[in-house]
């Protein structure tokens, strides 16, 4: 089965500084990578998401960024603010071919300070 | 904006004890989810439902879970004989293809 890896386990930044977040997945059949936010007690939010035919996609200060061939994908976060402080975790899936099952990274600490 | 809704938020049972968590999807979602998330620890998929019928279970999701669309609004996740390793908080999430999945606000079980 799919096995996603997620680096680092925490980040520490400087708020304005940009936050990179990095993951790696086994299955080449995934074909769908969304990245949610969790902040303490609360769901997982989703903040951004990219398919496989797209190599990268940008919303304001967040990014994402797929490497088809090598099988990662990063989230890229500017000029943080403390609010951006949760964890993130990252997922892939086959989408809608195995009904979507997400299989979630690790997990990043991420900890803005002012 | 439409969210998952899900009840109770916290549940506290003995072990041994049947259990049965709430989900409300989103109303023209056709795919449903639990996930559970031990404390500290990642989201674990634990079973995704289709067309009335289970479509893919996790290792977890043995004989003592059972998931059930009773009517047309509500997913139910039910534990049998709750164990102490069944502590978690358990998220329902819901989509509309397959792809993107939104969550509930979670139900925490603390089985003591």
């Known amino acids: 089965g799919e096995n996603v890896e997620q680096h680092p386990s925490t980040l520490s930044v400087q708020e304005g500084d940009s936050a990179v977040i990095k993951c790696t997945y086994s299955?080449?059949?995934?074909?769908?990578f969304p990245w949610y936010k969790q902040e303490l007690g609360k769901r997982p939010q989703l903040i951004i998401d990219?398919?496989?035919?797209?190599g990268e996609k940008k919303d304001q200060r967040i990014a994402v960024t797929l490497n088809k061939t090598a099988k990662h994908f990063s989230l890229h976060i500017t000029e943080t603010q403390p609010e951006d402080s949760a964890v993130y975790f990252c997922?892939?899936?086959?989408?809608?071919?195995?009904?979507?099952?997400?299989?979630f990274g690790q997990g990043t600490i991420l900890t803005v300070h002012p | 904006e439409p969210e998952v809704t899900q009840t109770p938020s916290h549940q506290v049972t003995q072990m041994g004890q049947e259990v049965i968590l709430r989900c409300v999807p989103i109303?023209?979602?056709?795919?449903f989810y639990w996930y559970r998330q031990i404390l500290g620890q990642k989201v674990e998929f634990l079973v995704s439902?289709?067309?009335?019928?289970?479509?893919?279970k996790s290792e977890i999701f043995d004989d003592q879970f059972s998931v059930e669309r009773p009517d047309g609004s509500n997913f139910t996740l039910k534990i049998r004989s709750t164990k102490l390793e069944d502590s978690a908080m358990y998220f329902c999430?819901?989509?509309?293809?397959?792809?993107?999945?939104?969550f509930g606000p979670g139900t925490r079980l603390t089985v003591l």
């Open positions: 999430a819901s989509s509309r293809s397959g792809d993107t999945q939104y």
């Open positions: 299955d080449s059949a995934s074909n769908y």
């Open positions: 990219i398919r496989s035919n797209v």
């Open positions: 997922a892939a899936s086959r989408g809608g071919t195995s009904y979507g099952k997400l299989t």
């Open positions: 109303s023209n979602h056709l795919y």
């Open positions: 439902f289709y067309n009335n019928e289970i479509s893919e």
